[in-house]
């Protein structure tokens, strides 16, 4: 058959019109058949009204795309070209249960880094592994590409686990380009980073305008208030000694390690304050926005979608999945495993880097060793998404324990153990393979 058959897992995500505007965007690179737009039971009025609105989008950019949507999974995924998973186990609630618990002890709560992403890798283990059985079984050349967070902890699942075709993908790389272009006033296509670390724990260690090394001004712009951060971070400045020592552009979410106690309380007065942890913001601006893609007269992605902390999230998938399709061999900074691309890191464990992407999928530029600076950090995060994975898929508690005092941002075992106890017991119906 002709064009291409997606299918977004997630589908009933306020995202959605995100991912839609970039395959309108891409038409003439991007031949897409049909768009399956799967969710679950709980998701299905979201499904319908993003669905709909999915739809309007495509007609308007007069395109013979087919939108469906549905809750028949594996009917979706059944000869399937691309997967991509952008879903969230237990909604925004679950989101909310990982931002309060650690707070109870004084840790950070946060939704992908710290012990909250944590337990958001704990719920999304078992269900990312079904599907990915799903692909094997109904799909085996399909591409899985995953939004799905902790996308670095999910990306390294996926490819120690399982056998199928995986890139994992995150919107940060995309946005720290992007973010400076705006910086210099110019086209973000002038701008070239070379990344090193992990998902949502990396630098840029590089930076250059057309082939020229501008790391040292990118650094000196970002260490006063207008520094490049995201949405959903707040936005404290950088210790401006440390920043220039460094001299590598971190990912907004260094802000976590760096300045990990501000960062707490920052949070304690957002919930002392009334205001909520994250979660509950976003639980308002997605209200809103369902409201607003109830419109029937809307065609549009709704420019209130930029209030989330997704930019570019579109702009870095489509963009991906044409370079595989048309065979680019173009650079995409994607999670895949290192293979020799930091040389001072095992081999075998997935990373954020920049890679070269064709019809074959990601192939690892060599960045070189990582500077002292970062390497413990690196390491120490990379044992605990060892640990989490494993934890994640036997359900053992005693991994478990050893996973979250793993953890950069825990302080001791004692206060891992609380924290894991309270997660297990407020995410019982999320955690089958604790059950068993
Ligand atoms: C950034 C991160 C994503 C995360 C999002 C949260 O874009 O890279 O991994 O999901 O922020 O944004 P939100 O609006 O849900 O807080």
Redesign the pocket.
Known sequence: MEGLKIVVIGGGSSYTPELIDGFIKRKEELPVREIYLVDILEGERKLNIVGNLAMRMIEKANLSTKVILTLDRKQAIKDADFVITQFRVGGLFA?ARDENIPLRYNVLGQ??TGAGGFAKALRTIPVIMDICKDIEELSPKAWLIN?T???GLIAETILRYTNIKAIGL???PI?MKNTTAKMFGVEPERIKMDFIGL??LSWAKKIYLDGEDITKEVIEKNLDDESLN????HNLNWDKDYLRGLNMLPSP?LRYYYMMDEMVEKQKQDVEGGKGT??K??MK?EDELFEIYSDQNLDIKPPQLE?????Y?SEAAVSLISAIYNDKKEVHTVNIKNNGSILNLDKDVVIECNAMVDKTGATPMVIGNMPPIISGLVNHAKAYELLTTEAGITGDYVKALEALSANPLIPSVTIAKKILDDILRENKKYLPQFSR
């Open positions: 989101r939704e992908t939004f967070n902790p996308a995150c919107n940060v946005n998902n949502h995201m949405n959903n971070i979410y994250r979660a913001q976003v601006i209030k989330r902390g997704g930019a999230y």
